[in-house]
């Protein structure tokens, strides 16, 4: 199945979200559809999500010892079988276990495979304990697999365009860097002022090393901005500055057309001065994305 078909399908996004919001009675007024026993649930296979922290889903079976689940699992139905299978909640199945509990609330849903895949994506992007390049993962994912634009994600999550786009952008840092940031050696913050340059990793083991705030690593990301040699280009025409001058008007941001010497191809390069430029320009190339996809 294409992008261009799942488009169609399924449920959207808010439903699927609205399904995975579902609370018990004593925060929304909602019931669960029923209590079974806990024995008859089984994990889904395809968890995006693998590693559970133990101490966590101790600290979860202590609540749920003294509370009960307050949020139903959802769970849908495996056919020719008395069993269910967990759409959303699997840390809670895991702790209940540990509290030995019999039976869980659970909201049973008929989801197709990939509406199950999408839902566990959102589930674990909507965790708090989530480092900025897992959360980067969830949105690319919910991107590439359904679809999704960044509007709908923002929407939906009830997150900025702003948020979601910079930490897509994370994605674009080389490996060494990203695990620098899944280990919290570097923030979310670091990490940006890092994306544009050529020897991020280099950069990053310096942040690392000597501590440096967020301010002082934009400095030295600044710093170590090579400059750029002009022979390797051609020089520009009148056509070529006359289309930088178009594209300037229509985006409203700088825009630069760098031929390389001896063939076709070359470099367009779009600078942004705010936040803000950025939303606007990731606006303007999804609209022409979906009206290409018509």
Known sequence: MDRKERKGLGRGLSALMADINVSAPT????????????EKIVPNPDQPRREFAPEALNDLAASIRQKGVIQP????????????EIVAGE???????????HDLPVVIRDFDDTEVLE???IENIQRADLNPVEEAMGFRQLMERFGHTQEKLAEALSKSRSHIANLLRLLNLPDDVQAMLREGKLSAGHARALITSENASELARKVVEK????????????G???SKARGARAEKDADTRALEGDLSANLGMEVQIEHLAGGESGVLSIRYKTLEDLDNLCRVLTQINQGASR
Not at 27 to 38: F, K, Y
Not at 73 to 83: E, G, K, N, T, Y
Not at 211 to 222: D, F, I, N, Y
């Open 224 to 226: 170590a901005a090579p």
């Open 73 to 84: 699992l959802i769970v849908r139905p495996i056919p020719h079988s008395d069993r269910y």
């Open 119 to 121: 839902v566990a994506i």
């Open 211 to 222: 501590g440096l705030s967020v301010r002082e690593t934009e400095k030295l990301a600044k």
């Open 91 to 101: 840390r809670r199945w895991r702790a209940s276990q540990l509290a030995q509990l």
């Open 27 to 38: 925060e929304s007024g909602r019931r669960a559809d029923m209590t079974v026993p806990i």
